[in-house]
């Protein structure tokens, strides 16, 4: 079993920075493929920043989010720098494991808050 915990959410002004983690747990080989969604209040779920072979980001985060990972620690985060009151959302983990059965899936966390006051 694998889960997905994200953590670093909260509040802060426009303008300034928060760095969103996103840990796997469980029977994990390898953390692949990941990426970063968000969903805003009466708005669909969207893709945010991407990292497979390379990295992808929304046109509206490009220039301020960097998406990374930490193979070792089975770690994927979200650098969120120069936030703005339209970056409030609902911020969602996603990534490709590979458990000890030799087993490939995509799993989800839960969400994270992030609200940017102006």
Same mark, same amino acid.
């Given at each position: 079993q694998v889960q997905l915990?994200? /953590?670093g959410g909260g509040l802060v002004q426009a303008g300034g920075s928060l760095r969103l983690s996103c840990t796997a747990s469980g029977s994990i &080989? /390898? &953390?692949d493929g990941a990426a970063w969604? %968000? %969903?805003a209040p009466g708005e669909q779920r969207? &893709?945010?920043a991407d990292i *497979?072979?390379?990295s992808n980001y929304a046109d509206s985060v490009k220039g301020r989010f960097t998406i990374s990972r930490d193979r070792a620690k089975n770690t994927v985060y979200l650098q969120m720098n120069s936030l703005k009151p339209e970056d409030t959302a609902v911020y969602?983990? *996603?990534a490709n494991?590979?458990?000890r059965l030799g087993y490939r899936g995509d799993y989800w966390g839960q969400g994270i808050q992030v609200t940017v006051s102006s």
């Amino acid at each position: 079993q694998v889960q997905l915990v994200e /953590s670093g959410g909260g509040l802060v002004q426009a303008g300034g920075s928060l760095r969103l983690s996103c840990t796997a747990s469980g029977s994990i &080989l /390898s &953390l692949d493929g990941a990426a970063w969604y %968000r %969903r805003a209040p009466g708005e669909q779920r969207e &893709l945010v920043a991407d990292i *497979t072979s390379i990295s992808n980001y929304a046109d509206s985060v490009k220039g301020r989010f960097t998406i990374s990972r930490d193979r070792a620690k089975n770690t994927v985060y979200l650098q969120m720098n120069s936030l703005k009151p339209e970056d409030t959302a609902v911020y969602y983990c *996603t990534a490709n494991v590979v458990n000890r059965l030799g087993y490939r899936g995509d799993y989800w966390g839960q969400g994270i808050q992030v609200t940017v006051s102006s």
